[in-house]
Every structure is written in structure tokens, then in C-alpha cells.
């Protein structure tokens, strides 16, 4: 089974990557200067980038989106320079950091409360139900990370629970054909399944600011492009504001691409505290803030885990110059 999905990963990626530079090849061919490639993944915040389209958009002279199924493939394709920036959970910065050191942490989009969680199979309700059961995680830092974090807190040791390998994209479908016992998701998925009768033993709201999606680029892209780094974490902002002005019609419009009900999709929302630029300034300023306090505790525990090789100093990581660009009007 394990060797099946490595395989269609491997397959996955190779399509992913001639997509890619097919598209960066033609992009090349028609302006002197691209847009930013940013890759993204199914993640309800992320979408938030369309709904301030009125009042800040993206330009898609200066910014395209690249739709991924997984944050491996982002990741993935962020290390082979096939894109520019990367949507992705600070897990993946973190280690990414430790292979490519001018990796930068520009804009914190949200902390996850609640959006990401362990579910169970109707009837599997406590800690002690679970043991001895099969518990599917993306093997990624992420999926291994939250894994980790639930089983401390439900007093579960690792070697009670059998592990089973499942891409992100077979989430769905390999919990409600009964493959697993126990799910490590994020929504939609989460959501989705919840709506099912799925329940939820653990999630991010009980270790708030250790799961914070960040943008990520590199060091040469901050300096060779801040105008269009600008308009990216602009329009996030914008999305953001347009949300907590009328969140109702934001899920409504958003809802339907990732196969939710506007009530879910507002749901999954509500998981995360949304972070706008304001916010964004105050957590760069603050040295002994949630933030950094979340992120040095995601390193130990990364350590711990053998997910790291030692703690990266994350003063080169925390790059606040976009932010800072971003909120002069």
C-alpha cells in the first residue's frame, strides 16, 4: 500500500513539474518579466486571496496562482525553483529552511484553531477507543507533527495506534470506505467529514500558534520583486477585511470550489484566527510574542521527533520588509 501511493506521488509530481515549466517556459516567451508563480493548496484562508478582489487584487501581471493538490508537491516545487512562493503551514518552512537557508517567512495569513484536527469513526469517541486502531497521516511534517501533538494530549503512546501512510487528496475517500479508524486532516476535508458524522478527538485549537500558515519565498525574490510580494500580502489583507465585513457572502461566493455548504465553509473559517497586515506588523515587532514562541516550539518539538536536525535560528527565517512595504498606502 505504502509503496502504491509513493509510486502515484512520484508520478504526480513529475506531471506537476512538466506543467509547470512548460508554463514558465511560455511565460518567459511572452514578458521580459513573469509574474510570481505562487503555489497553493485546498486550504479555506488561502481563498480569502479572492473575495478583495474590489479593493485590492491580485494583478495577474504581477502574481499567478499555481493550484497543487498537496503540500509535499509545494514544497516540492518551491525547492526546485519550478515557483517563487509557497502557501504552506510553518512545519514545512521550518524544514525547508534547514536545505535552503535564503528560505523567508513574509506574511503569517493565519494560526489554525480548530482547522486542522484527528478524527474518528462514529462509535470511536475516547482515547482508549482508539487504541490499537489505524490512524492515517499524510507523511509529511505536518501530518507527523499534529499526530504527535494529539497523542500527547489524549496520553496515547505512539506504539498503541497503527500508522497508515494516505495522501492528502485519498483523506476523504479512505475514511469513508473504512480504511482507517482515525483521520489526521485539515479542512475542507475535516469539515466535510465532520458534516458526515466523523468526531473529532483533537484539534489545533488546543495548541494555538503551534499550526500558523505562512508565505514563504526566498531571500533573491524579496529583493528582485517586492512589488509584486507587495500585492500578493495586499490582497490577502483585502480578503480578509471583506470576510469580517460580510462574512456570510464571502463563504457563499467561496464555498461551492471546495465542495462545502456555506455554513462549513463559514465554519472552517471560524477554525483559524485570520492575521491582516496590522496584525502581521505587531507579530513581526514583538520578539517575545505567540508567534515566535509557537514557532521555537514547533522546532523542539520537530527535534524531538527526529522532523529536524537541530533548532534553525529564525531571525534570517522572519522577514518583515514585505509587511512593512505592504502597509504604506
Known amino acids: 500500500m505504502r509503496q502504491k501511493l509513493l509510486n502515484q506521488n512520484a508520478v504526480r509530481f513529475v506531471l506537476v513539474s512538466l506543467a509547470l515549466a512548460g508554463t514558465l517556459i511560455v511565460s518567459g516567451c511572452q514578458s521580459p518579466e513573469p509574474p510570481i508563480r505562487v503555489a497553493t493548496v485546498p486550504w479555506p484562508p488561502y481563498d480569502l486571496l479572492e473575495a478583495g478582489q474590489e479593493s485590492s487584487p491580485l494583478d495577474p501581471e504581477l502574481v499567478e496562482l499555481v493550484h ?161 510580494l507587495v500585492n500578493l500580502v495586499r490582497a490577502f489583507d483585502a480578503g480578509i477585511k471583506a470576510f469580517r465585513e460580510n462574512p456570510e457572502q464571502v463563504a457563499s461566493s467561496l464555498a461551492p470550489m471546495r465542495e462545502l455548504g456555506k455554513s462549513s465553509y463559514l465554519s472552517s473559517l471560524n477554525a483559524s484566527d485570520l492575521l491582516d497586515l496590522k496584525s502581521n506588523r505587531s507579530l513581526f515587532d514583538d520578539p517575545d510574542g505567540p508567534v515566535r514562541r509557537g514557532l521555537v516550539e514547533q522546532c523542539n518539538i520537530m527535534v524531538e521527533q527526529g522532523l529536524l536536525v537541530r533548532v534553525p535560528s529564525l531571525d534570517p527565517l522572519l522577514d518583515a520588509s514585505i509587511v512593512e512595504q505592504a502597509s504604506l498606502r
Do not use: C, W
Request: aromatic share 6%; no cysteine.
Open 68 to 228: 497543487l493538490q498537496t503540500p509535499a508537491e509545494v514544497v516540492r516545487a518551491f525547492r526546485y525553483e519550478l515557483v517563487d512562493v509557497m502557501m504552506i503551514t510553518s512545519h514545512f518552512a521550518l524544514s525547508a529552511v534547514s536545505e535552503l537557508p535564503n528560505t523567508r517567512i513574509i506574511y503569517f495569513v493565519d494560526v489554525s484553531l480548530g482547522g486542522d484536527a484527528l478524527l474518528t469513526q462514529p462509535g470511536i469517541e475516547s482515547a482508549e477507543a482508539l487504541l490499537g486502531k489505524r490512524v492515517g497521516i499524510e507523511a509529511a511534517p505536518l501530518g507527523s507533527y499534529l499526530l504527535t501533538r494529539a497523542l500527547q494530549n489524549l496520553g496515547i503512546p505512539r506504539e498503541q495506534i497503527s500508522i497508515v501512510e494516505i495522501d492528502t487528496p485519498e483523506h476523504y475517500s479512505a475514511f469513508q470506505a473504512g480504511n482507517v479508524d482515525g483521520l489526521v486532516t485539515y479542512d475542507p476535508t475535516r469539515a466535510k467529514l465532520i458534516d458526515e458524522g466523523a468526531i473529532q478527538l483533537f484539534g489545533s485549537e488546543q495548541i494555538p500558534y503551534e499550526i500558523i500558515d505562512v508565505v514563504v519565498t526566498r531571500s533573491d525574490v524579496i529583493e528582485d520583486r517586492p512589488q509584486a
